[in-house]
């Protein structure tokens, strides 16, 4: 069982940023299926990385777009995606530091729901105003 599904709730209303963020759920699951696989260090360590990789571009996705049609709210958006970036980068060098190939529930839990927050509650307020400027 994936550790977090798709589903309409966690839509913002454009294709592109949808796509993006499924891509980002499908990252996480294969990370979580590897955990529970036992995979080793190095291939745990490189999904995490290509997640944490991914998650910036992303954050840079969306912030091209914002700023591009002037959204109000980019500041604070973009200062919600530095302080992520910021935790996903800490728990990434962790990761890298220890010695143990573990990846803990906890580290899983906390990029689920950090997802599953900031795609419900800051991602779907740009939602009606990208499809009105056109992003799809
Ligand atoms: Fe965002």
Known sequence: MPLMEWNP?????VNQFDNEHKQLLA????????AQAGSAKDALGKILDGL????QTHFANEERYM??????????H??????????????QAKY????????????????KTWLTKHIQGSDKKYGP???????R
Not at 9 to 13: A, H
Not at 27 to 34: C, E, I, R
């Open 96 to 111: 890298h530091a220890g010695a143990s190939a573990a990846l803990g529930m906890e580290v899983l839990t906390f990029l």
């Open 9 to 13: 709730k966690l839509s913002v209303g």
């Open 78 to 91: 973009k200062a919600e995606h530095d302080a992520l970036a910021k935790q996903v980068l800490a728990v």
């Open 67 to 76: 700023k591009m049609h002037h959204f109000a709210e980019y500041a604070a």
């Open 52 to 55: 944490v990789a991914y998650t």
């Open 129 to 135: 105003f990208m499809l009105e400027h056109g992003v």
């Open 27 to 34: 990252m996480l699951n294969q990370l979580f299926d590897a």
